[in-house]
């Protein structure tokens, strides 16, 4: 029976898929068309069924799906326990991007910005049928506009100040950069829309829900320091009553209940990028984290990013931790306490770059509870009974305990006030969310991780590699930029 769930799984995902690169398609080979008649292609002969704006928003995910992976182990390098390897080191000295990582940082840079591009067409053209009942038309637009509050949210946290392209300035090539505040005012108008236009339940797996766009929202509050706010969207989710953790007892249910291949969908899933095994539709993290003595990944990979047994992160880390178990000592040439991350494995892959089944959380219902716990603590001033439990929950799973079930490892309200509990929640969120692409942005929000990566790293961060640089692409198609005074620092 599980063979058969995974194969229609499987199926649903190569649906949106294929219809994505059909409209990609479409778009490019019309593109002289459309510089021509935009009209006649994009309103008058597309955009006239439901069937036709659900293809074109999912054109959407393709550009996203390209670069998420590189974007996350990226992120992971800019942390107390992550390392590159050969080129990759540059990022982890934390002083800024050599020419070769400057162009890499272009290339996500250009898929942010065309998923933007993809997820405007759908916004500006799709209300502009009066043949589709407007549910289905909000509906989409909500969809549209929750991946493209995605792919700002992405954009303004690691570039800062860019130019703001929406459904209403979207044919405009010369573009100023836009306040930091005004992209957040986007991304929150964008999630709220969602919010009130996506379905409880998508009729396909993999699609953002009303619960995604609430947990967006309260992650975006937290950024924003709107704490109060951060707390109530994260309540929202947890009332919910509709997700819980996934109760583990070993690294191996880490790996294959959690993190699996296999799997089609857990109970702590909010939103995910789904991959299947099938030759480029699969998962690149797989390669260019494991290790081929390992058996993890029957294509090897690249171990090209990896931790240290001897930094203060790893040797602090409670062994009773299941967590922990997900790194692997293996001696690759930078000596024997190098540690190679086992969380992703796929031993039946089909293909080296991207052909491993495991999906790539974006949003895990654990998230949402260490949100609650942050925020609730920061919007009283102190830590409350429900942060705490929700903390709690997250790490008694972590040792193997029922998550619901109070424990004798549980942390004490009494034992904490508000800096002391912040600190236990973003160390919590660093262990939990290894790979993920979390704790850079913790760091920087925080206004910690100068601090906290000298300690790690004894590595001072040099001023300009809190932004990336704003891509010379960019600069020279918009005329808008004057590389002079629109560089961020010290590019």
């Known amino acids: 029976m599980e063979t058969n769930n995974i194969s229609s799984y499987s199926k649903a995902k190569l649906i949106i898929l294929t219809f994505s690169m059909v409209i990609i398609l479409l778009f490019t080979s019309c593109e002289n068309i459309l510089e021509e008649e935009p009209k006649a292609i994009v309103v008058e002969n597309f955009y006239n069924t439901t069937e036709e704006i659900e293809a074109a928003v999912n054109s959407i995910y393709p550009p996203l799906k390209e670069i998420i992976e590189e974007q996350t182990v990226i992120l992971d390098t800019h942390t107390d326990w992550g390392y590159g390897r050969g080129s990759r080191a540059d990022y982890n000295a934390m002083q800024g991007f050599n020419a070769a990582n400057i162009n890499n940082a272009g290339t996500r840079w250009d898929a942010f910005y065309r998923a933007i591009r993809n997820a405007n067409l759908v916004i500006k053209n799709a209300n502009k049928q009066l043949a589709i009942s407007k549910s289905d038309i909000d509906k989409n637009v909500a969809e549209a506009k929750f991946l493209r509050a995605y792919a700002y949210f992405q954009l303004v946290r690691n570039w800062g100040s860019i130019p703001l392209r929406t459904e209403e300035n979207m044919t405009t090539i010369d573009l100023i950069k836009s306040p930091i505040l005004d992209v957040y005012n986007l991304i929150l108008s964008d999630l709220i829309f969602a919010e009130n236009n996506l379905p409880e339940i998508q009729s396909l797996i993999g699609k953002p829900t009303k619960y995604a766009a609430k947990t967006m929202l309260a992650d975006v509050y937290l950024t924003l320091g709107n704490y109060a706010q951060a707390r109530d969207k994260s309540n929202e989710v947890i009332q919910s009553k509709k997700y819980f953790l996934v109760q583990v007892k070993s690294k191996t249910d880490f790996q294959w209940n959690i993190f699996g291949p296999t799997i089609i969908t857990t109970p702590e899933e909010i939103f995910y990028f789904k991959y299947t095994r099938q030759p480029g539709y699969g998962n690149w993290i797989l390669w260019v984290l494991n290790h081929p003595s390992t058996g993890n990944f029957n294509f090897g990979g690249a171990y090209a ?19 922990k178990q997900l790194w692997d000592k293996i001696n690759f040439g930078l000596g024997p306490n190098t540690l190679v991350s086992s969380k992703y494995i796929d031993p039946n892959s089909v293909d080296k770059s991207r052909g491993a089944g495991n999906d790539l959380p974006i949003y895990r219902y654990s998230e949402v509870l260490l949100i609650y716990a942050e925020s609730s603590c920061l919007a009283s001033n102190g830590p409350t009974a429900d942060g705490i439990e929700a903390l709690n929950k997250v790490h008694r799973r972590a040792y193997g305990k029922d998550p619901e079930i109070p424990s004798e490892i549980d942390f004490k309200i009494s034992d904490y006030d508000q800096n002391t509990f912040q600190n236990l929640v973003l160390q919590e969120k660093a262990y939990e969310f290894i790979f993920e692409g979390k704790r850079w942005y913790d760091l920087k929000r925080t206004g910690k991780a100068s601090q906290i990566i000298q300690a790690a790293k004894g590595i001072t961060i040099a001023e300009k590699a ?20 629109d560089q961020n620092p010290g590019y």
């Open 305 to 323: 990013h990896y931790s240290d047994a001897t930094n203060p992160f790893y040797v602090s880390w409670p062994d009773e931790d299941i967590r």
């Open 466 to 485: 809190y932004l990336w640089p704003i891509p010379t692409s960019e600069m020279n198609y918009n005329k808008a930029l004057n590389p002079a005074t």
